[in-house]
């Protein structure tokens, strides 16, 4: 726990578990689960708890997967949950299932930070920027964004979904923060969404015809966007664009597993 948290620091939970059997990261890099696949010489998921643990706006932190079995694979990742650093628990049957379990396991005034275990270049700059912006914010969820240009501008091999909007095209950045306990009760709704992250269109088919219309054309603003989802969901739902554009790189697949490899090896 850190000296320098504030009265009410975040709880992180960390997905960690394969969405599919047989994933091509895990099988390129030679592991059983693609969270501890190696990028710089350490598996995926410590970067990311290491990232959470040394940011100065996260408490507790919650491991969902990867499953029991294979944390006897990972030394160091088992050690830590022996230690109590943070904790672990098995995922469910599906993420929607998994991200409602962790949040019950946490209390409820508590706010909660999701990420995910292949986020990979995950710095603790990039989590505390993204949840003291949140909580200057007066809604019950954020999602956080990177503009399109800046992460292909640093990253030109990146191949990242372009979320295209009137006034600027955004990368999600697999951050969210549930402010509210009303928040939580959105899970099965919020995953549906983040699984067609590929179909943007789909997404913004939540809203209705018009703004699917409006989206296609390039009419539809981001924040007409935030209002009508927020009206549909009856939540406030608000959005964090962050300066970096790490923050929106993501390892699913074997490509981008080499890709990151690259960009921290030039970075040191």
């Given at each position: 726990?850190?000296?320098?948290?504030p009265?009410t620091?975040?709880?992180?939970?960390v997905?960690?578990?394969?969405?599919?059997?047989d994933?091509?990261?895990?099988?390129?890099?030679?592991?059983?689960?693609k969270?501890?696949?190696?990028v710089g010489?350490?598996?995926?998921?410590?970067?990311v708890?290491?990232?959470?643990?040394q940011?100065?706006?996260?408490g507790?932190?919650?491991?969902c997967?990867?499953?029991?079995?294979?944390?006897?694979?990972?030394a160091?990742?088992?050690?830590?949950?022996?230690?109590?650093d943070?904790?672990?628990?098995?995922?469910?049957?599906s993420?929607?299932a998994?991200?409602?379990a962790?949040?019950?396991?946490?209390?409820?005034?508590?706010?909660?930070?999701?990420?995910?275990?292949d986020?990979?270049?995950?710095?603790?700059?990039?989590?505390?920027?993204?949840?003291k912006q949140?909580?200057t914010?007066d809604v019950?969820?954020?999602?956080?964004?990177?503009?399109?240009?800046l992460?292909?501008q640093?990253?030109?091999?990146?191949?990242?979904?372009r979320?295209?909007?009137?006034?600027?095209?955004?990368c999600s950045?697999?951050?969210?923060?549930?402010?509210?306990?009303?928040?939580?009760?959105?899970?099965?709704?919020w995953?549906?969404v983040?699984?067609?992250?590929?179909?943007?269109?789909?997404?913004?088919g939540?809203?209705?015809?018009?703004?699917?219309?409006?989206?296609?054309?390039?009419r539809?603003?981001?924040?007409?966007?935030l209002?009508?989802?927020?009206?549909?969901?009856?939540?406030?739902?608000?959005?964090?664009?962050?300066?970096?554009?790490a923050?929106?790189v993501?390892v699913?697949?074997?490509?981008?597993?080499?890709?990151?490899?690259?960009i921290?090896?030039?970075?040191?």
């Open positions: 726990m850190h000296s320098a948290l009265a620091p975040f709880s992180a939970i997905m960690a578990a394969d969405r599919h059997p994933d091509p990261v895990a099988r390129a890099a030679g592991v059983t689960c969270a501890l696949a190696p010489g350490t598996p995926m998921v410590l970067r708890l290491h990232a959470l643990e940011s100065l706006e996260v507790s932190r919650l491991l997967g990867p499953p029991a079995p294979l944390l006897e694979q990972a160091e990742l088992k050690s830590g949950i022996d230690a109590g943070y904790g672990w628990m098995a995922s469910r049957e993420p929607s998994s991200a409602t962790a949040m019950e396991q946490i209390q409820a005034s508590q706010p909660v930070l999701l990420t995910t275990a986020h990979a270049l995950l710095s603790s700059r990039i989590v505390d920027h993204f949840c949140a909580r914010a019950d969820l954020l999602v956080a964004l990177a503009p399109h240009d992460v292909t640093a990253y030109p091999a990146v191949h990242r979904t979320l295209r909007f009137s006034d600027r095209d955004y950045c697999n951050l969210f923060a549930f402010m509210t306990p009303r928040a939580r009760a959105i899970t099965g709704v995953r549906k983040e699984s067609q992250r590929k179909q943007p269109w789909r997404v913004i939540i809203l209705g015809w018009w703004p699917v219309c409006k989206y296609l054309l390039g539809l603003s981001l924040q007409e966007a209002a009508r989802l927020s009206g549909r969901l009856e939540l406030k739902i608000g959005v964090v664009i962050l300066p970096f554009a923050a929106a993501d699913d697949t074997e490509d981008d597993w080499r890709l990151v490899q690259q921290l090896a030039e970075n040191h």
